[in-house]
T-cell receptor, first 113, second 116 residues
């Protein structure tokens, strides 16, 4: 199994631009999570899905952030417009209900100038 | 809401020294507990987890952790560290929610450096 796949691995953009991060969960996993890691706040849960349905988006910082899961094998996290304080590493993780273990992707390192 | 506190942000040890990393959590209900490791340039990997039963759990690479319910603690230990254990270590909790998964709440992490 290839594990959780995230793209791009690195993204540098200018303030005000739209940024789209992508995630492909492990095949057969029915939960998908988005986390953000910063020096100041550590690792924080942004949103998670179960069977493609958003369950808890209370961690999404503001309306500039949105996440979708159109099917079981793909999810996007979009920031529009991006700001320098959005610079962070964004991780996607997936889980198979019953295994009770989340498997993390390699992350996307985002730098907003 | 739950929270996790890791006592040390940076730990420096020599090879063969014993390791103990502290983790305390705050939550009024039942939780599942995890330790994850992030090696330089790599993604988070699960070291070990506790859900129920024996409070002493063993994980990969010789790590173990003990759940002490009365102290809300889940400390990570290793009797003899190696240079390759240099990494960032994260304690995390997940509230038990009746069979479904939930998001993880992480501590701020402990940066462990092992000197040869």
């Amino acid at each position: 199994d290839a594990g959780v796949i995230q793209s791009p691995r690195h993204e540098v953009t200018e303030m005000g631009q739209e940024v789209t991060l992508r995630c492909k969960p492990i095949s057969g996993h029915d939960y998908l999570f988005w986390y953000r890691q910063t020096m100041m706040r550590g690792l924080e849960l942004l949103i998670y899905f179960n069977n493609n349905v958003p369950i808890d988006d209370s961690g999404m910082p503001e309306d500039r952030f949105s996440a979708k899961m159109p099917n079981a094998s793909f999810s996007t996290l979009k920031i529009q417009p991006s700001e320098p304080r959005d610079s962070a590493v964004y991780f996607c993780a997936s889980e198979n209900a019953g295994q009770e273990t989340q498997y993390f992707g390699p992350g996307t390192r985002l730098l907003v100038l | 809401a739950q929270s996790v506190s890791q006592h040390n942000h940076h730990v420096i040890l020599s090879e063969a020294a014993s390791l103990e990393l502290g983790c305390n959590y705050s939550y009024g209900g039942t939780v599942n507990l995890f330790w994850y490791v992030q090696y330089p340039g790599q993604h988070l990997q699960l070291l070990l987890k506790y859900f129920s039963g024996d409070p002493l759990v063993k994980g990969i690479k010789g790590f173990e952790a003990e759940f002490i319910k009365s102290k809300f603690s889940f400390n990570l230990r290793k009797p003899s560290v190696q240079w390759s254990d240099t990494a960032e270590y994260f304690c995390a909790v997940m509230r038990q929610s009746g069979g479904g998964a939930d998001g993880l709440t992480f501590g701020k992490g402990t940066h462990l450096i092992i000197q040869p």
